[in-house]
């Protein structure tokens, strides 16, 4: 079965620093990723899919994730954390099994920039 | 392009209470539809998908129910609420088929139950 693994509850980073987001996945063949924002009361906003081709995968506001097949990982990165990013991370994989694309989430992780 | 639409965004109802949920999609035809609910700000658990009118898959036994009644409109439904039924509603499409395009999240329904 697919599964996704999000192992930090919350990140704390300052603003100005890097900031990573971590996800592992578990899929039968190929895995199609993605990830995701939520602001409070709010739906989840799409940040950006890894389906094939080149491991880093540039996205929306600045993020960007690293594909890496040998760690199963799929880490969400940006250069430099504002506090406008403070908010919750989904990482995703899309299940096929039934016949029907469906996406498996992760439990999520709060991101907190201080200033 | 494409929008959707949730309603209403907040409601208090009480225990034993009807609920009915209505989520719209404009801007394309014959999307997949998914209702999720988030419990306590954290993980998603999908309820009910969708591939066409009047198709509803169940990914839990629970108190609810979805139909599918237009091809761009997805309605969750209850006849009587329970106190577990709290949370935060949110409705899904993507384009029809098994490709790669992510999904579309509404703004989601914040329901409490008294």
């Known amino acids: 079965a697919q599964s996704v693994a999000q192992p930090e509850d919350q990140v704390n980073v300052a603003e100005g620093n890097p900031l990573t987001v971590k996800c592992t996945y578990s899929v039968s063949g190929n895995p199609y990723l993605f990830w995701y924002v939520q602001y409070p009361n709010r739906g989840l906003q799409f940040l950006l899919k890894?389906?094939?081709?080149?491991?880093l995968v540039k996205g929306s506001y600045g993020f960007e994730a690293e594909f890496n097949k040998s760690q199963t990982s799929f880490h969400l990165k940006k250069p430099s954390a504002l506090v406008s990013d403070s908010a919750l991370y989904f990482c995703?994989?899309?299940?096929?099994?039934?016949?029907?694309?469906?996406?498996?989430f992760g439990a999520g992780t709060r991101l907190a920039v201080h200033p | 392009s494409q929008t959707i639409h949730q309603w209403p965004a907040t409601l208090v109802q009480p225990v034993g209470s009807p609920l009915s949920l209505e989520c719209t999609v404009e801007g394309t035809s014959n999307p997949n539809l998914y209702w999720y609910r988030q419990a306590a700000g954290r993980g998603l658990q999908l309820l009910f998908y969708s591939v066409g009118i009047g198709q509803i898959s169940s990914e839990v036994p629970q108190n609810l129910s979805a139909s599918r009644p237009q091809d761009r409109q997805f309605i969750l439904s209850s006849k009587k609420l329970l106190l577990s039924d709290s949370g935060f509603y949110l409705c899904?499409?993507?384009?029809?088929?098994?490709?790669?395009?992510?999904?579309?999240f509404g703004d989601g329904t914040r329901l409490s139950i008294l």
């Open positions: 899904a499409w993507r384009p029809p088929g098994l490709g790669n395009q992510p999904q579309h």
């Open positions: 995703a994989v899309r299940d096929i099994s039934g016949g029907y694309n469906k996406l498996i």
């Open positions: 890894y389906i094939t081709g080149d491991n």
